[in-house]
């Protein structure tokens, strides 16, 4: 959506700064780019003039003479928690820029700066507005139907109802979110959970792993390139920022993210502006929403120099953590029950759902699930596939949960090797995805941790290697380690 000045004319803009030549000033330059201004230099009539003009955006001094800028601030957020505020100050820190942006803040703006950083500024939560208006209207066209594929997240224990609060709350908010949690634990699905239910939810969440690319390939997929910026770039290609415009980018494994392709993403973040890989111009400006997670304590991962401190302060305005499975035992019964029946569904097409007998919920219970919610998944669709048919109940022989040395299906080897009881599709699917991770961590085991030299080895590329990874979500740091173990 590119912001014409009819969509310009739409947004209403409220300055609230008691040094009359700044607001002013600030007026006079974005009425010339036809947006509805208004101006206040008090805050106790501006609280008033929110009530009464209703702006899109709101462009507040943290320093008023009258009242705090920022319980003002919060104010605003808690009455109108959908308006965009961007705060300025001329006594810019780290520790203020962090306490605002956590207060619901946009985005922050340090004093002094020029007409054009204004207006780009303003430009993307402009744009972020239209997104939201867009959003709301294409709801409003679904109705009730545009509810059915909505995410549910599956959970009653109090730490992750903890967390689905939290991510429920940042949602309607423009907030850059921190999530954190063991792999497998439904990082991902928080951030869509979050993107569905946010202003941005009529445009794309892209997702990136960091964890899964070298670092030329990772900083051209997520920024583009030109034409002759390294051998292979035979065109223009936009990234995935360029991509992500209007919508929300997952960064997953950020910590795995090389530093100076960080101090790139913290540019885009802060001026929204994004150059491409050989560029010497600017080449988009993007409105986007940073969701960025890790399977470490992002405090520890800026301790040990694998994230830029400055870019944590940006993305962990609101941090979610996501408990392991194993510690929200309450929990397990009802996502192994929720799986069974979406593993049956489409594999045993037809055939009578069974239900999960009291031993094979107490096993399930006690198993450690180090692999979390995604071991259970796994587990679950390995049931359904080798379950007899005409079973009324799953008992704690058939679930994946013994020495895997041993056959999985009783004494017989051929049953207990491939799965005989589904269709052909799914078996080779489930065979397939066994012989690929076996084979990748085979041949980094022989290349001693050397991720190019097990490329060579395979008789691939480095980054048909990568995806392959990533499609098994195997982190390179992980591989290298069992290699070399």
């Known amino acids: 959506m590119d912001l014409k000045a009819p969509d310009r004319e739409t947004i209403r803009i409220l300055i609230i700064d008691d040094e009359r030549t700044l607001r002013e000033s600030c007026a006079s330059i974005l009425s010339a780019e036809g947006y509805q201004i208004s101006v206040s230099g008090r805050g106790d009539e501006a609280l008033q003039m929110i009530r009464r003009l209703d702006p899109d955006i709101v462009l507040l001094d943290l320093y008023l003479p009258d ?17 965009l505020v961007i705060v300025m100050t001329g006594k810019a820190s780290v520790e203020s820029s962090i306490e605002v942006l956590r207060a619901g803040a946009w985005s922050y703006l340090p004093k002094p700066f020029s007409a054009v950083h204004l207006n780009v500024l303003i430009g993307r939560a402009a744009h972020s507005v239209m997104v939201a208006r867009e959003t709301l209207q294409q709801q409003s066209g679904q109705g009730a139907a545009g509810h059915s594929e909505r995410i549910t997240l599956l959970g009653k224990s109090e730490s992750f109802t903890r967390a689905i609060h939290a991510a429920r709350r940042v949602a309607a908010t423009d907030a850059s979110v921190f999530i954190s949690g063991e792999s497998g634990t ?12 946010s202003r941005r939810s009529s445009r794309e969440m892209v997702a990136i792993n960091s964890a899964a690319m070298p670092e030329t390939l990772l900083e051209s997929e ?18 995935l920022l360029e991509a992500a415009h209007g919508g929300t980018l997952f960064l997953d494994e950020i910590n795995e993210m090389p530093l100076a392709v960080q101090a790139k993403l913290l540019r885009v973040i802060q001026d929204g502006v994004v150059r491409r890989l050989g ?31 400055d ?27 929720h799986y069974l029946g979406v593993f049956w569904e489409k594999h045993r097409v037809g055939e009578r ?41 799953v008992e704690p022989q058939i679930l994946p949960l013994q020495d895997p040395a041993r056959p999985r299906n009783g004494d017989d080897p051929v049953t207990g090797i491939y799965p005989l009881h589904t ?22 085991k022989r290349a001693n941790g050397n991720l190019s030299d097990a490329a060579r080895i395979a008789g691939v590329d480095r980054t048909t290697l990568y995806r392959l990874m990533e499609k098994h979500d195997f982190r390179k740091r992980d591989l290298i380690a069992a290699a070399r173990s």
């Open 279 to 309: 560029s010497i111009a600017v080449d988009a400006v993007v409105d986007v929403r940073i969701i960025a997670a890790t399977n470490q304590d992002p405090n520890e991962a800026v301790r040990l120099g694998k994230l830029r401190k």
């Open 222 to 239: 997520m920024f583009g390139h030109v034409e002759g910026a390294f051998s292979g770039a035979i065109r223009d290609k936009k990234g």
């Open 186 to 197: 439904g990082k991902e699905l928080i951030a869509q959970f979050i993107h569905q239910n």
């Open 67 to 83: 009242v705090s800028g920022l319980d003002l601030l919060q104010e605003a957020m808690r009455l109108y928690p959908a308006r």
């Open 311 to 337: 870019l944590n302060y940006r993305l962990c305005v609101f941090p979610i953590e996501i408990p392991p499975l194993r510690d929200r035992p309450e929990d397990i019964a009802m996502l192994a029950e």
């Open 353 to 393: 759902l069974p239900v999960l007998s009291g031993d094979a919920v107490t096993t399930l219970c006690q198993w450690p699930w180090h692999g979390n919610v995604r071991e259970l998944r796994n587990a679950m669709e390995h049931t359904v596939v080798m379950l007899p048919t005409g079973a009324d109940t």
């Open 423 to 444: 269709d052909y599709h799914s078996a080779r699917e489930i065979l397939l995805s066994d012989f690929e991770q076996t084979y990748l961590r085979t041949i980094v």
